[in-house]
């Protein structure tokens, strides 16, 4: 789909595009940690079919800013999926899950521990139906192990696995991003997890298995080298501020314009091309800055020097005079400027959609960028229930006099 306010949103009923092509995917989890997961796969081209409770649907449709009632969030995290309405908590509606659980390649669910078992829906269950069936679980501490049955949302699990304790200035309370960061590493970790173990199954002749995705392993699987460094050296990372441990200089400056600026001069070449840029050849003629090593020990007198200069300038003025240089280094920014940056129109970043009511919302496309096989967008997250009849009446052969009474009785 093209940038442009005329083009329309492709329609629900045309057929699906991409390498994942063929994969179907029953989604019975809901906010943001198995959403996420299964939105990236839809963007490739994997058939998701999102379970919803009857009446109001998935509460992510109301979060944060709205438009015409629906979130407009919504309309990214939900695009390209297929939505139904399920009270799995009725026995009926467990036997229709299962059902579909005979339909599909992957079940993924973000509820807490024990929840599928205690509605016949377990892995063992599930395999009777499908024995190739894949299922893949998120929680907060993962399916086994003495804080399994602890709730687990996404804020604890960046405590928890380390993430919270070195984010934030060194004298103050750690802080968190302004995001859901441990639901969005624990979505990406579970796709990776689903495509790993389709590729074990189709592509080398396995069977189906269970993905145990733990929200505090995921954020710790972007702590570094945090764990050996302390467990062999005693070394305790911690909060920096606008630094990086031991990566001299990287780091956040302030400039004339009250701006800030974000500069990478850590490898000893763009170091020297650093200092010469800002005047300061004497730092980087000096022996004792030569390699990281030295330059860590010295942060703070480097650091100086770099504020000195960056408040002389205006940020725009400091990133041209650095980028000439070829020294790494960036502005900060919101949606506006993100928005109104050429490099994101370039590359095809947002594209605009209709949101049902005549006028256009931007959202933004889904990283990576595939040359032959890239992932496309075929409709914005849909209303609650749009595919009750396609998925319950096409593939499970229900009639719509029985589709009726299982709404009547609040099943779907």
């Known amino acids: 789909m093209q940038n442009e306010k005329t083009e329309k949103p492709k329609q629900v009923q045309e057929m699906r595009s991409g390498p994942l092509a063929g994969v179907k995917i029953l989604e019975l989890g809901q906010a943001i940690a198995g959403p996420f997961a ?16 009857p009446g109001v649907g998935d509460p992510l449709r109301k979060w944060r800013v709205l438009h015409n009632g629906t979130s407009l969030w919504w309309y990214a995290m939900a695009r390209n999926k297929k939505c139904v309405t399920l009270n799995l908590r009725a026995p009926e509606g467990q036997k229709i ?15 807490k521990p024990g929840t599928l078992e205690k509605w016949g829906l377990g892995y063992e269950e599930l395999r009777e139906e499908n024995p190739q069936l894949i299922l893949a679980r998120i929680s907060g501490y993962g399916q086994t192990g003495p804080y399994a049955q602890k709730p687990g949302f996404a804020a604890v699990a960046e405590a928890f696995g380390g993430l919270r304790y070195v984010t934030g200035e060194q004298d103050r309370p750690p802080v968190r991003p302004n995001l859901s960061l441990g639901d969005s590493v624990a979505g990406l970790h579970a796709a990776l997890g689903i495509l790993m173990a389709l590729y074990h199954r189709d592509a080398r002749g396995g069977t189906g298995q269970v993905i145990d995705v733990a929200l505090y392993e995921c954020v710790l699987n972007l702590m570094e080298g945090t764990i050996p460094e302390f467990d062999k050296c005693g070394v305790k990372r911690e909060r920096m501020g606008m630094r990086l441990t031991g990566i001299v200089p990287s780091g956040t400056y302030p400039c004339a314009d ?22 300061r050849e004497d730092l980087s003629n000096d022996s004792r800055l030569a390699n990281n090593e030295g330059r860590s020990e010295h942060m703070d007198e480097i650091d100086e020097a770099i504020s000195d200069w960056t408040r002389m300038h205006s940020s725009r ?6 980028e000439a240089a070829e020294v790494p280094v960036g502005p900060i920014y919101s949606a506006e400027e993100m928005l109104a940056d050429p490099h994101y129109a370039a590359r095809g970043v ?50 719509a006099a029985e589709l009726e009474r299982l709404v009547e009785e609040g099943v779907i």
């Open 38 to 53: 299964t939105s990236l796969l839809a963007w490739f081209g994997a058939e998701v079919i999102k379970a919803e409770p």
């Open 97 to 111: 899950a299962r059902e579909l659980a005979r339909c599909v390649d992957v079940v993924i669910e973000n509820f």
């Open 258 to 279: 009250g701006a800030y600026i974000v500069i990478g001069g850590n490898s000893d070449s763009i170091f020297r091309r650093f200092m010469a840029a800002i005047g």
């Open 317 to 322: 003025d400091a990133i041209a005079r650095l």
């Open 350 to 399: 947002y594209e605009e959609v209709e949101v049902g009511t005549g006028d256009c919302v931007k959202l933004p496309t889904v990283a990576p960028k595939l040359s032959e096989t890239p992932g496309s967008l075929s409709w914005i997250g849909p209303a609650v229930g749009a595919h009750n009849a396609e998925i319950y009446g096409d593939w499970l052969g229900y009639p």
